[in-house]
């Protein structure tokens, strides 16, 4: 076919460059092309215009197969492959080695003169990271040569090349140079780029597979997946939300009727959910799904932290009719299980709770949830894992550990010394309501030994809120009189009640041959997340680490913390709505214990613990929920007298009230942090390596340049004024 191509620009209404460009595309020899390009000596002026590497717009064949599907079962077959060309490795003028990655896999090339000497000389000279489409045969490697992944045990002859469309020769950075990786703003700057990494594009790959073994397990447990809605209204649920501005200028009327909508002349807005919390519940309120899940996207305005992100995903759970288990009796009353002590075998942890120890409601959600678990531990990573997780309390977690998230997988014990101390002491320190904690590491002890180097680094860093006291080998009383926290509490003794007794400190501490003890004076009852000895424990640990004194198990040690109180003073992220009033531990739909309601409507809120449950691994908590007050009048106690809402953010919340009034089942649910969960199947520090497109610490997306101002006019659209 003959195909003369000026007299096809001239009938072609397009500028002079965009001629030349197309052109040189029609024009480039192409070896898996018969046509035959008789091109005019004005064309060849325009194509001088341009590039010598112009994208192929022609059509081109049909890939045979991807890098990962070709093996030695396929030697001597003729195949056709597309994708990114890598760097040359060149043997000498007539031969040279490439590598060809596509998103499945990499292969070596091998192209030599005496085969197709042009596309030897045409791949030296395009750019790295360009695509290419190639025809070639597959020749199985000599056996010195054979590497140790799919397709290392092959390579192709290059018979045939064709460039696709050039990639330019000043990258910002490239991406299979893992050795001199970019710093990350660049590689998020050009994330597109970034993704050509294996590592990436095989944790996004992990994540869908993830997704798929979720669906399918919830499917199996007659679970719906169902939308809920992602513009709703602003609700003091606990969280700063992001806000949507519409052009609408009439509110909805209560009633629901569109004659009765109300124009205002104040803007109007969305709000992104911070979770689907209020539409799920609604939705079990309903009747239509008895157990729903979602693989839900949610929003929260939060302050930048290294590893949060603005939006997230969360896999999502609720469902109706759950219940205390078979530990609940005809009547209705929770028999008491017993609490046994359960030693995790690999290191000894004394855990205090054992699987049986579950005091709380969502026994149902809990057994899905372990069963999404350990479907997903075993068809990813091909760990069986127990068949009902550990459970423990907040209490019990923040005593032995100093945090709500405990990592057990090393053992450093956080102890009351309080019952050591002599009786006028604990007298003193039971009328403040405040304990005496001590963390303790043991020259005498083999489990304390990697810990021994780490403590001379974080004497000298020191902890916040901690005082460390060095106790010699044979030890005396000098440490006690030594110690701050001790000697606080002696001074305020009257005369007469001496420290007779506190020399049965080293003996009770197991400190005869010395060591090094960390003590704190706090609150009986413990708030928040963490406590100061629990944050002294964890920096140990990470020093010990960077130190190589300590290496940690790689297995899974999973747990359940139950039994939080149910609203605290120490929510900093909930603060700006708190205002020094309650706020809710988790959210204000959570339900309390029921051995606990009277303390609830008597007043002694901070005694109140709620029907909560957050699941750790390796002191990282993966997910989080709660049985939910199914009570109308519950609730609005709650957000009236506890939480202290005023009318109108009361008000936000009445079709929730109106939901439970008309008859809605008891029901509870559960959340995991899908970005974190697959953070760690993928065994990565940062959330930002299992997103395609994610924002920095700080909320910024460097990709998009988002966020972004808007112009006058456009607020202006939306009855919003520029400050």
Not at 290 to 305: I, W
Not at 639 to 652: C, G, K, M, R, V
């Amino acid at each position: 076919m003959r195909v003369v191509l000026r007299d096809i620009l001239s009938r072609c209404s397009i500028r002079h460059l965009a001629r030349a460009r197309w052109i040189a595309c029609q024009s480039r020899r192409n070896v898996t092309s018969s046509c035959n390009l008789q091109v005019s000596s004005s064309a060849v002026d325009a194509i001088a215009l341009v590039s010598a590497h112009v994208a192929h717009c022609r059509p081109f064949p049909k890939r045979t197969h991807t890098c990962k599907s070709l093996s030695s079962n396929e030697v001597d077959r003729r195949v056709v492959l597309t994708g990114w060309l890598l760097p040359e490795r060149k043997v000498n003028k007539e031969l040279s080695f490439f590598n060809l990655r596509d998103p499945y896999g990499t292969l070596q090339l091998v192209v030599a003169a005496n085969t197709c000497g042009e596309a030897l000389s045409r791949m030296r000279d395009i750019p790295t990271e360009s695509t290419v489409l190639l025809q070639g045969l597959v020749k199985a490697r000599t056996e010195d040569h054979r590497r140790p992944y799919p397709g290392g045990d092959i390579e192709i002859l290059v018979e045939s090349f064709m460039l696709l469309n050039p990639a330019d020769r000043s990258l910002p950075f490239m991406p299979n140079d893992t050795q001199n990786l970019a710093n990350e703003h660049l590689r998020l700057r050009y994330r597109y780029l970034d993704l050509r990494r294996d590592a990436l594009s095989s944790n996004l790959k992990k994540r869908s597979e993830v997704a798929h073994i979720i669906r399918t397990v919830l499917h199996e447990q007659d679970f719906t997946e169902v939308e809920t809605p992602v513009l709703l209204k602003s609700t003091p649920e606990g969280a700063r939300e992001f806000l949507v501005p519409t052009r609408v200028t009439t509110n909805p009327a209560e009633d629901g009727s569109p004659e009765s909508h109300q124009p205002t002349s104040q803007p109007l807005f969305y709000a992104l959910p911070q979770s689907p919390q209020q539409p799920k519940q609604l939705l079990i309120a309903s009747g239509a799904i008895d157990r729903y899940y979602q693989l839900a996207r949610c929003f929260r305005d939060e302050d930048g932290r290294k590893d949060r992100q603005p939006e997230f995903t969360q896999v999502d759970l609720e469902m109706a009719w759950v219940s205390w288990g078979e530990h609940t009796n005809a009547k209705g009353h929770q028999v008491d299980t017993k609490v046994s002590t359960s030693v995790d075998e690999d290191n000894g942890t004394d855990l205090s709770r054992s699987p049986d120890s579950w005091r709380i409601g969502g026994h149902e959600v809990r057994d899905i949830v372990e069963r999404l678990v350990r479907r997903v531990w075993l068809e990813v990573e091909g760990v069986e894992l127990p068949a009902k997780f550990n459970v423990t309390t907040y209490d019990t977690a923040m005593g032995r550990y100093g945090s709500d998230k405990p990592d057990l997988r090393f053992k450093l014990e956080i102890e009351d010394i309080t019952p050591y101390l002599p009786l006028s002491m604990r007298q003193l320190l039971a009328s403040t309501g405040e304990i005496i904690e001590a963390l303790v590491v043991r020259r005498s002890r083999s489990t304390d030994v990697p810990f021994l180097g780490a403590v001379e680094e974080l004497h000298a860093k020191g902890i916040t809120g901690t005082e460390s006291v060095d106790v010699p080998t044979g030890a005396d009383t000098t440490w006690v009189k030594q110690s701050k926290t001790l000697q606080e509490v002696l001074t305020k003794l009257e005369e007469g009640t001496e420290n007779q007794e506190l020399p049965h400190l080293t003996e009770a501490l197991d400190l005869n041959m010395g060591g090094t003890v960390w003590l704190t004076r706090r609150r009986r009852r413990p708030e928040g997340g963490s406590t100061a000895l629990g944050r002294v424990r964890l920096e140990l640990a990470s020093l010990a680490q960077s130190r190589g004194d300590l290496t940690l198990p790689c297995d899974p040690h999973f747990l359940w913390v139950t039994e939080f109180p149910l609203f605290t003073h120490a929510d900093t992220d909930k603060e700006f709505l708190a205002h020094g009033r309650w706020s809710s531990s988790h959210h204000p739909f959570t339900a309390p214990m029921w051995q606990d309601i009277e303390k609830m409507y008597g007043g002694d809120v901070a005694e109140v613990r709620g029907q909560h449950y957050d699941l750790v691994l390796n002191g990282v908590e993966i997910g989080g929920g709660s049985v939910r007050v199914h009570d109308a009048a519950m609730q609005g106690y709650i957000f009236a007298q506890i939480l202290q809402l005023d009318d109108h953010e009361t008000n936000s919340f009445e079709h929730l009230l109106h939901a439970l009034r008309c008859g809605a089942p008891p029901h509870g649910g559960f959340a995991f942090g899908f970005d974190r969960l697959m953070a760690i199947l993928c065994k990565t520090e940062s959330i930002r390596d299992v997103i395609a497109f994610p924002k920095t610490g700080a909320g910024t997306d460097l990709l998009f340049r988002s966020p972004a101002p808007a112009s006058a006019s456009v607020l202006a659209q939306y009855g919003i004024r520029p400050r």
